[in-house]
């Protein structure tokens, strides 16, 4: 369906165009016309489908201009989405020119409070930082009209449930609410039963979703040897745009320095890092400018980052939840992808519970050799060297060629050639990874409830190189909850926190790859 068939009107069809949108995603051709008739609205859908622009669109055509109040409020569960949420609606409102604020935590207060003075419209942010702007009443919400709990499983896993129905009670009873998750556990439901008022449920269906696209491997592989294991993986498979999967900041670093070591184009982010930095290495991943995005959990929660090929965890995940989330960032829009798990032997069993409870199956994949990097390096650096001969003028450098062509021959200089472009054997750059501890042995792997406090499981442990495609911990930093001033909501500590989940624990839940990317 197109967007001219959707009731928007002039100015928001010109930035639609600007944007390069052509025709409508499923669930914005038939969110759209609901929230423009003020109605209340769930929708199911994952990440990558559009849904920003599905309550965006409506929500900037209905913002009443000369209102200098905050007409419309978005909760998101991470500062990086709540940060692509706001520029999105920033880039559909220009034409409008709606102003819109965004308000996280890890970021200074003072320059947040400024801001939301200049009398924004739509005010996007996290759970914590919001409640802290309500209770300085830098916040007003007395005139909001649209209410939005963006990825709402999320902040439900992350423990912000009270934030958000403490937020929800503090904004009018006759506003517009909808809400939107991938997933719909009971505690999600019972918000939807207590807040909205007959909401209509949008769901996106599976036969529309990618999982199919998704070539899914396991290598099983000593702790000491995943490292090499990993980059002579790359060598072999080439991805074009691959995210590597750490457990801990530690070994996010240590992954990062240890690949650009070996000449890979990588950045790594965690929840450390200045929100600026994280910013612009996410901003270089999805620009092309890196090939390898190392990163803790938090980028596999709520971030829409297109075009990735490959999927790397480099530590096996320690439940399906986090699976689902990791490999998720590929095979999208109709794309192939590919994802590999590095596990341990005594890990097995966590894999296993995984494929159980996901009713997806991993293929076993054998560790590259020495050779078979080999011939991939040469392979890439070929295909390198045919791009600088083809792309460059170089006259200027023919007078010295044929003095070294006086002293070598053809052959020796295009070998040194090679050489001088391949990357180092994965042996040849010693690097060196601090061992984490793995993930505690249980017994056998079968279901059962959740206990994410001992890592696991209660009751349960857990071809070809191309798959078929040739292309951490937490920030202990913490917000008002936890006395702390430094990182945002997304950096929340599962073991303090998890008791606050209620009714989503127990019970099987729906995983399904593409579901959650």
Same mark, same amino acid.
């Given at each position: 369906?197109?967007?001219? =068939?959707?009731? +928007?009107?002039?100015? /928001?069809?010109?930035?639609?165009?600007?944007?390069?949108?052509?025709?409508?995603?499923?669930?914005?051709?038939?969110?759209?016309?609901?929230?423009? =008739?003020?109605?209340?609205?769930?929708? *199911?859908?994952?990440?990558?489908?559009?849904?920003?622009?599905?309550?965006?669109?409506?929500?900037?055509?209905?913002?009443?201009?000369?209102?200098?109040?905050?007409?419309?409020?978005?909760?998101?569960?991470?500062?990086?989405?709540?940060?692509?949420?706001?520029?999105?609606?920033?880039?559909?409102?220009?034409?409008?020119?709606?102003?819109? *604020?965004?308000?996280? !935590?890890?970021?200074?207060?003072?320059?947040?409070?400024?801001?939301?003075?200049?009398?924004?419209? /739509?005010?996007?942010?996290?759970?914590?930082?919001?409640?802290?702007?309500?209770?300085?009443?830098? &916040?007003?919400?007395?005139? /909001?009209?649209?209410?939005?709990?963006?990825?709402?499983?999320?902040?439900?896993?992350?423990?912000?449930?009270?934030?958000?129905?403490?937020?929800?009670?503090?904004?009018?009873?006759?506003?517009?609410?909808?809400?939107?998750?991938?997933?719909?556990?009971?505690?999600?439901?019972?918000?939807?039963?207590?807040?909205?008022?007959?909401?209509?449920?949008?769901?996106?269906?599976?036969?529309?979703?990618?999982?199919?696209?998704?070539?899914?491997?396991?290598?099983?592989?000593?702790?000491?040897?995943?490292?090499?294991?990993?980059?002579?993986?790359?060598?072999?498979?080439?991805?074009?745009?691959?995210?590597?999967?750490?457990?801990?900041?530690?070994?996010?670093?240590?992954?990062?320095?240890?690949?650009?070591?070996?000449?890979?184009?990588?950045?790594?982010?965690?929840?450390?890092?200045?929100? *600026?930095?994280?910013?612009?290495?996410?901003?270089?991943?999805?620009?092309?400018? &890196?090939?390898?995005?190392?990163?803790?959990?938090?980028?596999?929660?709520?971030?829409?980052?297109?075009?990735?090929?490959?999927?790397?965890?480099?530590?096996?995940? *320690?439940?399906?939840?986090?699976?689902?989330?990791?490999?998720?960032?590929?095979?999208?829009?109709?794309?192939?992808?590919?994802?590999?798990?590095?596990?341990?032997?005594?890990?097995?069993?966590?894999?296993?519970?995984?494929?159980?409870?996901?009713? &997806?199956?991993?293929?076993?994949?054998?560790?590259?050799?020495?050779?078979?990097?080999?011939?991939?390096?040469?392979?890439?650096?070929?295909?390198?060297?045919?791009?600088?001969?083809?792309?460059?003028?170089?006259?200027?450098?023919?007078?010295?060629?044929?003095?070294?062509?006086?002293?070598?021959?053809?052959?020796?200089?295009?070998?040194?050639? +090679?050489?001088?472009?391949?990357?180092?054997?994965?042996?040849?750059?010693?690097?060196?990874?601090?061992?984490?501890?793995?993930?505690?042995?249980? !017994?056998?792997?079968?279901?059962?409830?959740?206990?994410?406090?001992?890592?696991?499981?209660?009751?349960?442990?857990?071809?070809?190189?191309?798959?078929?495609?040739?292309?951490?911990?937490?920030?202990?930093?913490?917000?008002?909850?936890? !006395?702390?001033?430094?990182?945002? =909501?997304?950096?929340?500590?599962?073991?303090?926190?998890?008791?606050?989940?209620?009714?989503?624990?127990?019970?099987?839940?729906?995983?399904?790859?593409?579901?959650?990317?």
């Amino acid at each position: 369906m197109k967007f001219t =068939d959707l009731g +928007l009107e002039p100015d /928001i069809l010109k930035a639609i165009r600007r944007q390069g949108y052509e025709e409508a995603t499923p669930i914005q051709a038939e969110t759209i016309p609901m929230v423009l =008739d003020g109605l209340d609205v769930i929708g *199911q859908a994952q990440t990558g489908t559009g849904k920003t622009a599905a309550f965006g669109l409506p929500i900037i055509q209905k913002i009443d201009k000369k209102n200098p109040n905050v007409q419309a409020l978005i909760i998101s569960p991470t500062r990086e989405l709540a940060v692509q949420t706001q520029e999105e609606l920033y880039n559909l409102g220009q034409d409008k020119k709606v102003k819109v *604020q965004v308000v996280y !935590g890890g970021a200074d207060i003072g320059r947040q409070i400024r801001s939301l003075k200049e009398h924004p419209q /739509i005010v996007v942010g996290t759970p914590g930082r919001m409640q802290d702007h309500i209770n300085r009443k830098t &916040l007003r919400l007395d005139h /909001i009209q649209t209410l939005v709990l963006d990825e709402a499983d999320e902040m439900l896993d992350m423990g912000f449930v009270e934030d958000i129905e403490k937020i929800i009670k503090a904004v009018p009873e006759d506003r517009q609410t909808l809400l939107f998750s991938a997933t719909m556990p009971a505690a999600i439901k019972k918000i939807a039963d207590r807040f909205m008022h007959d909401p209509k449920t949008v769901q996106i269906k599976a036969k529309e979703l990618t999982a199919d696209l998704l070539d899914q491997y396991f290598v099983q592989v000593k702790e000491y040897e995943k490292f090499d294991t990993m980059t002579r993986l790359f060598d072999v498979q080439e991805p074009e745009m691959a995210i590597v999967f750490g457990r801990t900041k530690r070994r996010v670093d240590e992954l990062s320095k240890g690949l650009r070591a070996r000449g890979y184009n990588a950045e790594g982010i965690h929840g450390d890092l200045s929100q *600026q930095k994280r910013m612009s290495v996410l901003r270089s991943f999805k620009a092309g400018r &890196l090939d390898i995005l190392v990163a803790t959990d938090v980028a596999a929660r709520g971030l829409d980052i297109s075009g990735v090929t490959h999927v790397y965890n480099y530590d096996v995940p *320690q439940d399906p939840d986090s699976y689902v989330h990791r490999v998720g960032r590929t095979a999208r829009a109709g794309h192939k992808g590919t994802s590999v798990t590095f596990v341990t032997p005594n890990e097995m069993s966590y894999l296993r519970t995984i494929e159980k409870l996901t009713r &997806l199956k991993m293929n076993p994949l054998k560790a590259p050799t020495v050779k078979e990097a080999f011939n991939g390096q040469i392979s890439s650096a070929v295909e390198e060297a045919h791009k600088l001969i083809d792309s460059n003028d170089l006259t200027k450098y023919e007078a010295q060629a044929e003095e070294l062509m006086n002293d070598y021959t053809p052959l020796q200089l295009v070998s040194a050639f +090679l050489k001088s472009i391949s990357k180092d054997d994965a042996s040849s750059v010693p690097v060196k990874i601090t061992p984490e501890r793995p993930l505690p042995n249980r !017994g056998g792997h079968g279901g059962g409830g959740r206990n994410r406090r001992g890592g696991g499981y209660r009751g349960g442990n857990r071809s070809s190189y191309r798959g078929g495609n040739n292309h951490g911990s937490r920030n202990g930093g913490g917000d008002h909850r936890r !006395g702390g001033s430094g990182s945002s =909501d997304n950096h929340y500590d599962r073991n303090k926190r998890y008791a606050k989940k209620g009714a989503s624990k127990g019970g099987r839940r729906n995983y399904t790859v593409h579901e959650h990317a």
